[in-house]
Nanobody, 118 residues
Framework: QVQLVESGGGLVQPGGSLRLSCAAS????????IGWYRQAPGKQRELVAT???????NYADSVKGRFTISRDNAKNTGYLQMNSLKPEDTAVYFC????????????WGQGTQVTVSS
């Protein structure tokens, strides 16, 4: 059984920073990719950033230059560094990972609330 646990969300003022973490636990042989998604009330879930096992990254246009995705393979953990936060970044942020275990599958975290407000 694989589980993703997210942390780091909270309330921050515009222009502030947060770092989200996504820690995977269970029987894990490798993690092919980690993705961060977000969903605001009344809107569809959107891709924020992804990172593959070879370090390739992709970002939504709305966060390029402000957010950075990274990973620590030794800790089975992914990160999303969020700088220069804007009110429109307010959403529930979800971690998604492609995990090679006894079998391979995709897993979602529970989501963590990020609120950017003055």
């Amino acid at each position: 059984q694989v589980q993703l646990v997210e942390s780091g969300g909270g309330l921050v003022q515009p222009g502030g920073s947060l770092r989200l973490s996504c820690a995977a636990s269970g029987t894990i042989y490798a993690i092919n990719y980690i993705g961060w998604y977000r969903q605001a009330p009344g809107k569809q879930r959107e891709l924020v950033a992804t990172i593959t096992n070879d370090g390739r990254t992709n970002y939504a246009d709305s966060v390029k230059g402000r957010f950075t995705i990274s990973r620590d393979n030794a800790k089975n953990t992914g990160y999303l560094q969020m700088n220069s936060l804007k009110p429109e970044d307010t959403a529930v942020y979800f971690c998604n990972a492609g995990v090679i275990s006894v079998t391979s599958s995709y897993y979602w975290g529970q989501g963590t609330q990020v609120t950017v407000s003055s």
